[in-house]
């Protein structure tokens, strides 16, 4: 072990949030031994921002609660640990670890217990990487570092702690940790992985719970190295135990969105990861769409069901939670409406909860060159921009467009440069509309009405046999006009 002096490595106190060091002095007054560990200290010896600071500590969860009073909370099973609340900010404060015991380590090796108390020497050798393995004593300017860390600091190098096997096997979960620090500090990864970083090996992941496997896609997603990240997981054989239904293929859209999204987190904007679950399954709800199309069953109904069902299958690996589900099935319905919105709804959609990230959407499929969206997201994107007058021109060339298009035949509207078409027309008369021109801006409405019927009755495909039927309800119902801010979504099972 050596003792590096903090300041020698850049680090000083005046870094510090003041709630990490209230729960180190806190401690420290209480007698005991309290320390920064983990990504932390890493990140500050990188010359990067932390996005969150733990401690640790050789008290326990209830010294902890005495300590903090009501300030703390005990919680976790697997991992008891108090959550101490500092002002707004909330501190991990964990205890030192023993290695666990052989009795609480399932058949393949996972650890499913682990609250075995230690010394500070065997909690180090229980982290997973090197670089994540310093303890940082803040008030001394001292960091403990038991395995020369600071050199893989130096050579970019991410290590296993131990034997790379074993470290996997007790925790598939570090495959994920590995690449997403290797991804996100640009570090290499230690030979000695690589090598052992096999299909089987992967498999082990399969055995890992929904829900944790969901928070580690979270992290992957909002790290700001998502782009760096995805070919490595398909060549790593990680995509598929996360995505099984997913292509390992990054698509024109996914590679988009995954910059955006990079950037927007680089220039401090926050993202929603459920929205790239939105894209990553994407293809898939197409696809489940086309085959309720094919079943007969009306459009509505179809995308309805298809989210239903494609979100379904994702459960089974990653467990997204109801809320993140509904918003990602709502981006999707919004796709249809932003791309063939009824003229005399397009103001109130531009201004429903769900129209930023609907319109998003559209935009980076527009980007990424998806010929389907037919020029709407520029569209929209334009629209948003303009002033009432611009609106109402660019709704009626619209509207024009829209009946013109229908005549032809064709449900989707290819729209020109919203700019452009709104400085073509007559700018509509601001002030009086004369009667005659007022049954005249209303008459492609009422043909787009009678469109509207004629694009329902042809809707009727040939039903086929398989599982649904031409008896069966979902083929009956009317498509009901709805209005997306009431619809309330039903149980995903
Ligand atoms: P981040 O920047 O993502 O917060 P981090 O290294 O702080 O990175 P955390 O998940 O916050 O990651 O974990 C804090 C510390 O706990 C890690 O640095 C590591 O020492 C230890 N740790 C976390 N998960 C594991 C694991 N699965 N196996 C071993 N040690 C772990
Ligand atoms: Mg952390």
Same mark, same amino acid.
């Given at each position: 072990m050596?003792?590096?002096?903090?300041?020698?490595?850049?680090?000083?106190?005046?870094q510090?949030?003041?709630?990490?060091?209230?729960?180190?002095?806190?401690l420290?007054?209480?007698?005991y031994?309290?320390?920064?560990?983990?990504?932390?200290?890493?990140?500050?010896?990188?010359?990067?921002?932390?996005?969150?600071?733990?401690?640790?500590?050789?008290?326990?969860?209830?010294?902890?609660?005495?300590?903090?009073?009501?300030?703390?909370?005990i919680?976790?099973?697997?991992?008891e640990?108090?959550h101490v609340?500092?002002?707004?900010?909330?501190?991990?404060?964990?205890?030192?670890?023993?290695?666990?015991?052989?009795?609480?380590?399932?058949?393949?090796?996972?650890?499913?217990?682990?609250?075995?108390?230690?010394?500070?020497?065997?909690?180090?050798?229980?982290?997973?990487?090197?670089?994540?393995?310093?303890?940082?004593?803040?008030?001394k300017?001292e960091?403990?570092?038991?395995?020369?860390?600071?050199?893989?600091?130096?050579s970019?190098?991410?290590?296993?702690?131990?034997?790379?096997?074993l470290?996997?096997?007790?925790?598939?979960?570090?495959?994920?940790?590995?690449?997403?620090?290797?991804?996100?500090?640009n #570090?290499? =990864?230690?030979?000695?992985?690589?090598?052992i970083? *096999?299909? !089987?090996? &992967?498999?082990?992941?399969?055995? $890992?719970?929904?829900?944790?496997?969901?928070?580690?896609?979270?992290?992957?997603?909002?790290?700001?190295h998502?782009?760096?990240?995805?070919?490595?997981?398909?060549? #790593?054989? =990680?995509?598929?135990q996360?995505?099984?239904?997913? *292509?390992? !293929?990054? &698509?024109?859209?996914?590679?988009? $969105?995954?910059?955006?999204?990079d950037?927007?987190?680089?220039?401090?904007?926050?993202?929603?990861?459920?929205?790239?679950?939105?894209?990553?399954?994407?293809?898939? #709800?197409?696809?489940?769409?086309?085959y309720?199309?094919?079943?007969?069953?009306?459009? &509505?109904?179809?995308?309805?069901?298809?989210?239903?069902?494609?979100?379904?299958?994702?459960?089974?690996?990653?467990?997204?939670?109801?809320?993140?589900?509904?918003?990602?099935?709502?981006?999707?319905?919004?796709?249809?409406?932003?791309l063939?919105?009824?003229?005399?709804?397009?103001?109130?959609?531009?201004?429903?909860?769900?129209?930023?990230?609907?319109?998003?959407?559209?935009?980076?499929?527009?980007?990424?060159?998806d010929?389907?969206?037919h020029g709407?997201?520029a569209?929209?994107?334009?629209?948003?921009?303009?002033?009432?007058?611009?609106?109402e021109?660019?709704?009626?060339?619209?509207?024009?467009?829209?009946?013109?298009s229908?005549?032809?035949?064709?449900?989707?509207?290819?729209?020109e440069?919203?700019?452009?078409?709104?400085?073509?027309?007559?700018?509509?008369?601001?002030?009086?509309?004369?009667r005659?021109?007022?049954?005249?801006?209303?008459k492609?409405?009422?043909?787009?009405?009678s469109?509207?019927?004629?694009?329902?009755?042809?809707?009727?495909?040939?039903?086929?046999t398989?599982?649904?039927?031409?008896?069966?309800?979902?083929?009956?119902?009317?498509?009901?006009q709805?209005?997306?801010?009431?619809?309330?979504?039903?149980?995903?099972?």
């Amino acid at each position: 072990m050596q003792t590096l002096r903090a300041s020698k490595c850049g680090l000083s106190t005046a870094q510090l949030p003041p709630s990490i060091l209230d729960v180190i002095d806190s401690l420290t007054k209480a007698g005991y031994e309290a320390y920064i560990v983990g990504g932390g200290v890493r990140d500050l010896m990188l010359g990067l921002n932390p996005k969150d600071y733990d401690a640790v500590t050789n008290a326990t969860p209830s010294q902890i609660k005495e300590v903090f009073g009501r300030r703390c909370r005990i919680i976790g099973r697997r991992f008891e640990l108090a959550h101490v609340y500092s002002g707004r900010e909330l501190i991990e404060v964990a205890t030192f670890r023993a290695p666990p015991k052989k009795a609480i380590t399932s058949a393949q090796g996972m650890i499913l217990r682990d609250n075995n108390w230690g010394t500070i020497e065997q909690d180090f050798s229980r982290r997973d990487f090197s670089i994540n393995s310093m303890y940082y004593q803040p008030r001394k300017d001292e960091i403990l570092d038991f395995c020369n860390a600071i050199d893989d600091i130096k050579s970019k190098t991410l290590r296993l702690l131990g034997d790379p096997t074993l470290r996997f096997e007790e925790d598939p979960v570090r495959m994920l940790r590995t690449l997403r620090f290797a991804a996100k500090l640009n #570090f290499s =990864i230690d030979p000695k992985i690589i090598k052992i970083f *096999t299909h !089987e090996m &992967t498999d082990l992941l399969s055995d $890992v719970s929904p829900h944790r496997l969901y928070d580690e896609s979270q992290k992957l997603f909002t790290m700001g190295h998502l782009q760096r990240v995805m070919p490595m997981l398909i060549e #790593f054989g =990680i995509w598929k135990q996360l995505f099984t239904d997913i *292509t390992p !293929e990054i &698509t024109p859209f996914m590679e988009r $969105v995954a910059r955006n999204t990079d950037q927007r987190i680089q220039m401090g904007k926050t993202i929603n990861p459920a929205f790239f679950y939105a894209v990553l399954l994407w293809n898939n #709800f197409l696809a489940r769409c086309d085959y309720y199309h094919e079943k007969g069953v009306v459009a &509505t109904e179809a995308r309805a069901q298809a989210g239903l069902d494609v979100l379904k299958r994702q459960a089974t690996r990653t467990i997204i939670p109801r809320f993140a589900e509904t918003f990602i099935r709502e981006v999707w319905e919004m796709q249809s409406r932003l791309l063939n919105p009824k003229p005399q709804q397009i103001e109130a959609l531009s201004s429903h909860a769900r129209f930023r990230a609907g319109f998003d959407f559209l935009l980076l499929r527009e980007k990424s060159n998806d010929p389907s969206t037919h020029g709407m997201g520029a569209w929209w994107e334009a629209y948003q921009d303009m002033s009432v007058d611009e609106k109402e021109r660019a709704i009626s060339a619209y509207n024009r467009q829209r009946a013109k298009s229908r005549r032809k035949g064709s449900d989707a509207v290819v729209v020109e440069d919203p700019k452009a078409v709104t400085t073509q027309i007559e700018p509509l008369v601001k002030e009086q509309e004369t009667r005659s021109r007022r049954s005249r801006n209303n008459k492609p409405t009422s043909r787009a009405s009678s469109n509207d019927s004629r694009s329902r009755n042809d809707y009727k495909s040939p039903v086929k046999t398989g599982e649904i039927n031409a008896d069966h309800p979902i083929t009956k119902r009317r498509r009901v006009q709805r209005d997306l801010s009431k619809v309330v979504f039903g149980p995903t099972q």
